[in-house]
């Protein structure tokens, strides 16, 4: 091998070895948004299957309005503000970006 040649693989080995710590660093950094970012997952997941199963959550809401309509409305009316908000609030961010 040339000398250029012994040089760059050498620098090669140098970089591979300093990439190898950064990403041992970065998964201790990430340990802590780890299970922040596992709930972020599992709700996506529910609200895929929400969206991929109207008529089941239809007739759960149905049911659930027959049966106790007095208990139902109050929570009704706090998801819908739940749900507005963050409406309003993704409408924010995406006005961030």
């Keep these: ?5 012994v040089q760059l693989a050498l620098r090669r080995g140098a970089l591979l070895t300093r990439i190898g710590m950064q990403r041992v660093a970065l998964q201790g950094h990430a340990q802590g948004v780890k299970s922040l970012l596992d709930k972020a997952d599992v709700l996506s997941r529910g609200v895929s299957w929400i969206k ?5 959550v239809g007739a759960a809401v149905t ?4 049966l106790r309509p007095h208990r139902v409305l109050p929570w009704g009316r706090r998801a819908f503000l739940l749900w507005r908000g963050w409406l309003a609030l993704r409408k924010k961010l995406a006005g961030v970006r």
């Excluded at 991929?52 to 089941?56: E, I, L, N, R, V």
Aim: overall charge neutral.
């Design 63 to 66: 049911l659930a309005v027959l």
């Design 1 to 5: 091998m040339s000398e250029k040649q």
């Design 52 to 56: 991929a199963h109207p008529g089941a």
